[in-house]
């Protein structure tokens, strides 16, 4: 997977992505109906934000399977924390395969579970899903920016698999807005924030 800053040409594979995601209405506080005229506008923003997608080779062309916004959660003072929100493809959120390494986050598996997968690869693979990968080259894009924190203002209570994804990348829950997102079929539930530092960079 490769990530790079978004150009406008890009548009047309991130919204597929954008409304699939939306449409779901599990994740994302955009109503499901909203059109592609709002939608671009709402991610497509200009600096200081930064929009991403992360590409991924397939048989004869490369495809966008995510995309981030990035943006400074505060303005002066508190531009050097990041506000951060990524949507992945759906039809490829648990999509991946095992990467060789003995890291920090051996044997988790998709969004940061406990990997079922142990039988494929060498001894000390872990399970790298898409959504996952995504995840973490966004958070390597944004320290390589300057930010120093990142933080996910609206991390869906009722989602455990997401929650468990943050959790896995050092993201630690700082605060809960009760039934604070109208879940489509779960009805008002919470909203977390969570919050982490980023790996210091030279600039």
Not at 155 to 160: S, T
Request: charged share 25%; hydrophobic share 40%; with cysteine.
């Amino acid at each position: 997977m490769r990530t790079r800053r978004a150009s406008e040409e890009d548009w047309g594979a991130i919204w597929p992505i954008w409304r699939a995601v939306v449409v779901e209405g599990e994740t994302c506080a955009w109503t499901p109906d909203t059109d592609e005229e709002v939608a671009k506008s709402a991610w497509m923003l200009p600096p200081p934000a930064e929009v991403l997608v992360m590409e991924e080779d397939g048989p004869g062309d490369t495809s966008i399977v995510a995309t981030a916004l990035l943006t400074p959660s505060q303005p002066g003072l508190g531009d050097h924390v990041v506000q951060a929100m990524l949507l992945v493809d759906p039809k490829r959120v648990d999509h991946g395969a095992p990467r060789g390494g003995a890291g920090m986050y051996r044997g988790y598996g998709p969004y940061g579970g406990r990997s079922y997968y142990g039988g494929r690869g060498a001894e000390g693979d872990r399970w790298e899903s898409v959504s996952r990968q995504a995840a973490e080259q966004m958070i390597e894009y944004a320290a390589d920016l300057g930010y120093r924190a990142m933080q996910l203002n609206a991390v869906v209570a009722a989602n455990p698999r997401l929650v468990a994804l943050w959790r896995s990348l050092a993201f630690r829950l700082v605060g809960t807005l009760p039934a604070a997102f109208r879940h489509p079929w779960l009805g008002d539930v919470d909203l977390h924030v969570m919050y982490r530092f980023l790996p210091p960079r030279e600039h």
